[in-house]
């Protein structure tokens, strides 16, 4: 079974501009959530979308944003980008439903902005 | 702030040595504890769960602890090898939202040949 799948894995970006990342979750896999890791700040949640509706939120601002699509697969995008946006970006895709399903992460996007 | 803290950032042991990893928490109402190992350019992978009513979970060479009155995770690594070497986190769930993992800052696990 192929893992979760992350494109680009590397990005540069300018100041101001945005981009969006993609995220293939697992064959059947109805939940993916995004996560933001920089050495900083450790990994923080960003959301979490389940059959295609946000389910879970973290406290980013309203430039990050996502959505997902009826075959599970993810994007997120960041506008107006800002230097502090710099991180690997990781999304994990579960099962989803209720209870605890494990998680499965991606290697993750590598975002530089400058 | 961080509520799933780490009290070591490294940790260096011997090969063939147990390791013993440490988290502390804040929030009584967790449900699930995981711990994740992140090696360089990679995602982090799953290693161990424990749920919140239970204080003790052991997988293949990993033992996990849960001390609910101090509010203290620990992951333990028998006969630590080579390919042990990774940044390790532990993760909290709150409330049930399952998709959100509130990770600690990380331990850095260094296995000396």
């Known amino acids: 079974k192929a893992g979760v799948t992350q494109t680009p894995r590397y990005l540069i970006k300018t100041r101001g501009q945005q981009v969006t990342l993609s995220c293939s979750p697992i064959s059947g896999h109805r939940s993916v959530s995004w996560y933001q890791q920089t050495p900083g700040q450790g990994l923080q949640f960003l959301f979490e979308y389940f059959s295609e509706t946000q389910r879970n939120k973290g406290n980013f601002p309203g430039r990050f944003s996502g959505r997902q699509f009826s075959n599970s697969r993810s994007e997120m995008n960041v506008s107006t980008l800002e230097l502090g946006d710099s991180a690997l970006y990781l999304c994990?895709?579960?099962?989803?439903?209720?209870?605890?399903?494990?998680?499965?992460f991606g290697p993750g996007t590598r975002l530089t902005v400058t | 702030g961080e509520s799933v803290g780490l009290h070591l950032p490294t940790l260096s042991v011997q090969e063939g040595d147990n390791s013993i990893i440490n988290c502390a928490y804040s929030?009584?109402?967790?449900?699930?504890f995981i711990w994740y190992k992140q090696e360089s350019g990679k995602g982090p992978q799953f290693i161990i769960d424990?749920?919140?009513?239970?204080d003790k979970r052991q997988g293949q060479r990993v033992t996990v602890l849960l001390n609910k009155t101090v509010k203290h995770l620990s992951l333990q690594i028998a006969a630590t090898q080579p390919g042990d070497s990774a940044v390790y986190f532990c993760a909290e769930i709150r409330g049930g939202s399952q998709g959100n993992l509130i990770f600690g800052k990380g331990t850095k696990l260094s296995v000396k040949p």
């Open positions: 929030n009584s109402a967790s449900d699930y």
């Open positions: 424990i749920r919140s009513n239970m």
């Open positions: 994990a895709s579960s099962l989803g439903g209720t209870g605890f399903y494990e998680q499965y």
